[in-house]
């Protein structure tokens, strides 16, 4: 734009020389594609002892208008990886990642769709009544689905090495295992 400024008159060269601000509308389109074999690290500590480590792929799109906040929308998916966390009072708790498990989004990047599972398996001693004590490896599984704002999260126990503790177990409700 050209505007032209009689230099005589000293009103029209201070108001030549303001910039005026205009609104800004800004679009913003942007994709991660997260290749087979990316090793995603979430430190959930600064000391980097609890952490979240993912081998993951999928797509991600973010878009956001003026008139938006952002929207993002794609799948995350995990193939392997693992939680390690240190809850206070009790050791370190690492849980291993199962390949069917994904975190989605559709829209509001805050409250992503959830299908998480993942297993620990620890061996303990284990003592029926009128018998010696033996070693056996227990599966501690985790399930976390629905929303973030919904969450539902789920432990289970079961094992494989003793068919009469598994018996035990299988007669038992989900909240008693």
Do not use: W
Not at 54 to 59: A, E, H, R, V
Not at 97 to 110: E, L, P, W
């Amino acid at each position: 734009v050209v505007k032209f400024v009689n230099f005589e008159d000293s009103t029209e060269i201070a108001g030549a020389e303001k910039i005026t601000r205009s609104g800004m509308a800004m679009f913003l389109d942007a994709k991660l594609t997260i290749e087979d074999g990316s090793i995603v690290t979430v430190d959930l500590a600064p000391t980097g002892n609890n952490k979240v480590q993912l081998q993951s792929n999928g797509t991600l799109s973010y878009s956001m208008t003026p008139l938006s906040a952002g929207r993002l929308v794609g799948r995350l998916n995990i193939d392997q990886g693992f939680v390690r966390y240190t809850p206070p009072f009790l050791g370190e708790k690492s849980f291993s990642f199962q390949n069917d498990s994904y975190v989605s989004f559709t829209g509001n990047m805050m409250n992503p769709n959830l299908n998480i599972h993942a297993y620990d398996i620890i061996k303990t001693n284990v003592t029926l009544e009128g018998q010696n004590s033996r070693m056996v490896n227990f599966n501690i599984s985790l399930a976390v689905t629905g929303t973030l704002d919904h969450m539902n999260v789920v432990f289970d126990l079961s094992t494989l090495d003793d068919i009469t503790i598994a018996n035990e177990l299988s007669s038992m409700t989900p909240q008693q295992r």
